[in-house]
């Protein structure tokens, strides 16, 4: 099992920033891929950034730009640094973690993005 423990959501004005955490413990041996999802009132959830074991990202287009993945050194840590954040980011962000067949969600951080 992975635990994931997120940090870091909030109330921000338009054109803020802010940088969520996401801790991994547990069996967090050959951790394949961590990244954040997101989930906006009334939609389905989708990727927002994603890091590879190699060091490979992904972005997805809404944010490519604005978002930058990053992780810690011992890999058990993923960030998102979020700048010049708009009204549409407004979600519940959710951590990732694939391992193998397997896939683990953190419980989510509300990020709320208004004036």
């Known amino acids: 099992q992975v635990q994931l423990v997120e940090s870091g959501g909030g109330l921000v004005q338009p054109g803020g920033s802010l940088r969520l955490s996401c801790a991994a413990s547990?069996?967090?041996?050959?951790?394949?891929?961590m990244g954040w999802y997101r989930r906006a009132p009334g939609k389905q959830r989708e990727l927002v950034a994603v890091?590879?074991?190699?060091?490979?990202?992904n972005y997805a287009a809404s944010v490519k730009g604005r978002f930058t993945i990053s992780r810690d050194n011992a890999k058990t840590t993923v960030y998102v640094q979020m700048n010049s954040l708009k009204r549409e980011d407004t979600a519940v962000y959710y951590c990732?973690?694939?391992?193998?067949?397997?896939?683990?969600w953190g419980q989510g951080t509300q990020v709320t993005v208004s004036s």
């Open positions: 990732y973690v694939r391992r193998g067949l397997y896939e683990y």
């Open positions: 547990g069996s967090i041996f050959s951790i394949d891929a």
């Open positions: 890091v590879t074991s190699g060091g490979s990202t």
